[in-house]
């Protein structure tokens, strides 16, 4: 009982010391700027702060791009990624574990050392300033396909065997037996997928010009004028407002998250 | 697309000059970063709107984040071959453009008897960046100097004049100290100076406090560095011994001045002009703008953004894109940018212009810092400039941090860059 309870508490510290950036984030941006680091009770609140971020910048075209971006992303990984690590788990071909090791590799370079490769390929194929061109360095995934590797490993031969005794053909097999056992992965890996995405700065800032094409954190990007010091209550307005869809979805959705990773051995 | 630009690189030797000159770029891009808040991106697109209303050009503006984010996306667009024709980025960022092998200087798209007269329209100061091997590489657009903000309500408070900011070093220090105010328990309520210490900022001030005793920290050709000079030892042990009663010791970083002097924290923050429309907008107590000081008298460093033309851009390109430089550095959009951004107009003749000669008349601050300008020299600008910027830094944080006697700490940073700077000379 004793350990139960010192357990308890260094979670909800755990807890306390994770949760308290977005804590600091709402206070700054319910209340007026003066206020930002005087912690006083007595603050009077305001909805100024998310005004002025609203204004800021078309936000709503922002959360539309970056929606299609990290939907398109998601969908792709999974239909490019499952096929392969299929492969790369049960099939039986010359120099699987040579490939397998080149895919691995992807995992040890760093994206950014690609800036300049990845944008002269994408302007041969004219998709600079596009969301497709955002995407496109990221649609096959070495960490998918790694991941479902694993997990398919695990799913029994002799599932496998019984489907192809009644008559399922490669697709059907992966379709009914291997995706609903992987299921844990797939949502632990949309998880990191997305959040990755919907986080990346970089590549879609070098990569877009337009308002069309650029996701919020490019939007984002405008509080960081650098010239005159950072207004932190507007900068968490801001923050709050973008980063909101994602956290309400993991709140909506907390239990089966915490399942999946639990399952899928991803912490 | 090889074989066309091919053919108009060839056109010039082919046919008279007259004729490429007669054919117009009717498309153009540039990027542009922002560094200041407001409603900027707007306000461009506006002058894009106009200048297409006027002479039938598109100019497409690409907000391209921070000074640092737009030199990365210019750079990598240009190897890509689809870069902007021109854009904006650091007025100290010349010798490593140059480097890079992607700039084209105005002489060589061609300057005529206007446009020469338009080159020498601008202030000195603002050139003091723009100039190597005889040409011309750039011109300023949104330009700034270090300037001192104080409370004067602090002032009033410490019992000095709040309408007589010190002139001198021992006048600075003497301020300082005396506007260092502690509660009861000897904590420091109130700092009386903070200067930006933090790596991309810490070399701008230095290169101030460089100016202040008379010292240049490079060579016009961004090859050599003085950083071991006796001068420019002088200028690190002041700003060390600001600490730690007049400022706090170790470190302060440029993005938290602003708040701090905003809330009281410190009386006096030495920034850019591009601050003033905020601090204006938010500060509620009267502040006032000075030059800062100097050892004998004020000195201090010009910084900010300048336009750079592209070497992959056609003849047609690069003349329109000069064409829309000359038009948005005209003294009525110099004028307008200066008024919204409060960076300082860029030419003389933008300040009698009705528009900026109403608003300082309102405003009387938001000349000061012009005022300046010719007591300012130009940034740290070298070859591999971000190298040395981060050696300057290094150096200069560990004496501010107290790891290092400023003699020693700058012999080192002065033999690191040497060794980077070798291959240049």
């Not at chain 1, 508490?9 to 003066?34: D, K, N, Q, T």
């Not at chain 1, 010239?227 to 959705?253: E, H, K, N, R, Y």
């Not at chain 2, 300023?140 to 010190?166: C, H, M, V, W």
């Not at chain 2, 938290?256 to 938010?282: M, Q």
Request: net charge neutral; with cysteine.
């Amino acid at each position: 009982m004793k350990t139960n309870w010192v357990l308890t508490a260094a979670s909800w510290l755990l807890g306390f010391l994770w949760v308290m950036p977005l804590l600091y984030a709402l206070w700054a941006a319910i209340h007026p700027s003066e206020y930002a680091t005087h912690l006083s009770l007595l603050a009077p609140w305001t909805g100024h702060n998310f005004a002025v971020a609203w204004a800021a910048a078309p936000f709503p075209r922002y959360l539309l791009n970056t929606f299609i971006l990290v939907t398109l992303v998601l969908v792709a990984q999974f239909v490019l990624c499952t096929p392969a690590a299929y492969a790369f788990a049960r099939m039986r071909f010359p120099g699987r574990e040579v490939v397998f090791a080149i895919v691995l590799l992807q995992l040890m370079v760093m994206p950014d050392v690609l800036l300049v490769a990845n944008y002269t390929s994408l302007a041969h194929l004219g998709l600079v300033d596009s969301i497709l061109g955002i995407a496109l360095p990221y649609l096959g995934s070495a960490f998918g396909i790694f991941l479902l590797r694993q997990t398919f490993r695990q799913v029994p031969q002799e599932l496998d065997d019984a489907a192809r005794l009644e008559g399922s053909g490669l697709l059907a097999i992966i379709w009914r037996v291997y995706v609903p056992l992987a299921r844990p992965t797939y949502v632990a890996y949309g998880l990191v997928s997305v959040s990755y995405h919907w986080n990346n700065f970089l590549w879609p800032l070098i990569v877009t010009n337009s308002v069309s094409t650029r996701p919020l954190t490019v939007g984002l990007s405008v509080f960081a004028s650098t010239d005159q010091g950072v207004d932190w209550s507007v900068i968490s307005a801001a923050t709050l407002m973008t980063s909101a869809p994602l956290l309400l979805a993991f709140l909506l959705f907390q239990r089966q998250f915490v399942q999946s990773f639990m399952r899928a051995g991803i912490r | 697309m090889l074989g066309r630009r091919a053919l108009l690189g060839a056109l010039p030797v082919l046919a008279a000059p007259a004729i490429v000159r007669a054919q117009t770029a009717q498309s153009l891009t540039f990027y542009y970063p922002i560094a200041v808040g407001g409603p900027l991106q707007a306000v461009m697109d506006g002058y894009c709107a106009d200048y297409k209303k006027e002479t039938g050009v598109t100019v497409n503006p690409v907000y391209a984040g921070n000074y640092g984010d737009a030199l990365t996306k210019a750079q990598t667009a240009i190897k890509a071959g689809q870069g902007p024709h021109f854009a904006v980025l650091l007025a100290a960022e010349m010798h490593s453009l140059q480097d890079a092998d992607i700039l084209v200087s105005l002489d060589e798209i061609g300057l005529d008897a206007d446009g020469k007269k338009w080159v020498d329209s601008f202030y000195p100061a603002f050139m003091a960046n723009s100039h190597v091997g005889g040409k011309t590489w750039s011109v300023p657009f949104q330009r700034s100097t270090l300037i001192a903000y104080y409370n004067k309500q602090a002032f009033s408070e410490a019992g000095l004049d709040p309408e007589a900011f010190p002139k001198d070093w021992a006048g600075m220090s003497k301020a300082a100290q005396t506007l260092t105010k502690q509660d009861g328990s000897g904590r420091v309520t109130r700092w009386g100076i903070k200067i930006a210490g933090d790596l991309g900022n810490a070399q701008w001030t230095f290169g101030a406090l460089a100016n202040q005793v008379g010292q240049k920290l490079m060579n016009e050709a961004g090859t050599e560095t003085y950083f071991d000079a006796p001068k420019t030892v002088e200028a690190l042990t002041y700003w060390r011994d600001l600490a730690p009663r007049g400022t706090p010791p170790g470190i302060s970083a440029w993005p938290v001045l602003s708040p701090d002097f905003l809330e009281g924290n410190t009386a006096i923050i030495w920034h850019t002009t591009g601050n003033l429309t905020n601090l204006r907008g938010k500060a509620k107590f009267p502040f006032g703008v000075a030059g800062v000081p100097g050892k004998d008298s004020p000195h201090t460093v010009v910084g900010g953004g300048n336009l750079y033309f592209f070497k992959h851009a056609s003849a047609a390109e690069r003349t329109a894109s000069l064409r829309f430089a000359q038009w948005i550095s005209a003294p009525e959009r110099a004028a307008d940018w200066s008024i919204k951004t409060g960076y300082i107009a860029s030419s003389p003749a933008a300040y009698d212009t009705p528009a900026l000669k109403q608003y300082v008349a309102g405003f009387p601050a938001a000349a000061v810092a012009r005022d300046f300008l010719p007591v300012a020299t130009g940034e740290l600008s070298t070859f591999e400039n971000q190298r040395i910027q981060k050696v300057l830094t290094d150096q200069i944080q560990a004496v501010l941090n107290g790891q290092k006697e400023p003699g020693p700490a700058l012999a080192d940073a002065q033999r690191e860059s040497t060794r980077v700077l070798r291959q240049f000379l």
